[in-house]
């Protein structure tokens, strides 16, 4: 596994290199301030290239950076989750393929920090190495090994697309997906709470919301920040005070603009510093689409998100008469 990983590092440097000439530059990982943290690199030089990496601490959509770069050819390094994103994007006529060199590269998944969090003291942690179905921590008071499986994040547990579904440079062999289908089984105990309890569970949470809006911030879909109904003045859709409706109003709108767009690359609930679960908004919205339109955001570049479209009659929408 170590081999294997290196090996593509070591492709992944000579297929930028490669590419240089092209591109105006290209997005990718590098090491960060310690041993957990990977960080976005814009590499211009071969200099550059030589500080790529691609392991589970590559967390980042990088996909999140591409609509205010419009205009520039750009080399882009992605995961399969990732690459969802593009297609997405590419769908909604938000981004020209023949913008973008991608450089994939398939994924065992990636880490959880939060879940490290509970078990190790992150700032004390000096080394970490990720082989196999292990991760080493190098501790001051000695090594501790984690499953690997335990530290994922919840979204690589049930991953369906470990490759990349669009690619001009594929790096490393393929990853055998999780499963055929998403069971959605994280959302089965929170549907079965009585409208009220599930009503007091967002109450509960979105009292933490500092409104900080970091999970629209590193949504890749969302991009419309320049005019964001959460900023807007003219017309004044929210107010600035903390108070729980203005909280959960933010929060609502902003899974109803997602609706048939989200992609669950997870990267709201990552960046929320509060720690509250709202990829839960963004999972149910995709259920819903998934039973009634049979549809899955960022999967097939041909297909046309349902609310990008109209039919006069749909399969599994019931007929409630004639308007006239």
Known sequence: MAADADDRVLQLRAAVKAELANVDFVLGYAKGFDPLHATPVTVRTEADADRLIFDATCVQNLATSLYGLNGKRIGLVVKGCDSRSLIQLMQEKLLERSQLVI????????????????????AAIHGAEISGDEVRLLLPEGTKTLPRRDVLAD????????????????????????????????????????????FDFWKRQMSRCIRCYACRNA??????????????????????????????????????HLAGRCTECGECQRSCPMGIPILLLKRKMNRELKEVFNYEAGVDPEAVPPLHTFLMEEDKIKDRGQLW
């Open 103 to 122: 450089f994939g590269l398939p994924c065992d998944g990636v880490l959880d920090l939060a879940k490290i969090r509970v078990k190790a003291d992150i």
């Open 155 to 198: 979204k690589c547990l049930r991953c369906r697309y470990p490759n990349p579904l669009v690619a001009d440079h594929l790096i490393g062999q393929e990853r055998t997906p999780q499963g055929a289908e998403d069971t959605y089984a994280d959302l089965d105990g929170f549907e079965k709470l009585s409208p009220q309890e599930r």
């Open 219 to 256: 949504c890749p879909l969302c991009v419309c920040k320049h005019v964001c109904l959460a900023d807007s003045r003219d017309p004044h859709w929210l107010s600035a005070e903390a108070t729980l409706q203005e909280k959960w109003l933010f929060q609502v709108m902003h899974a109803l």
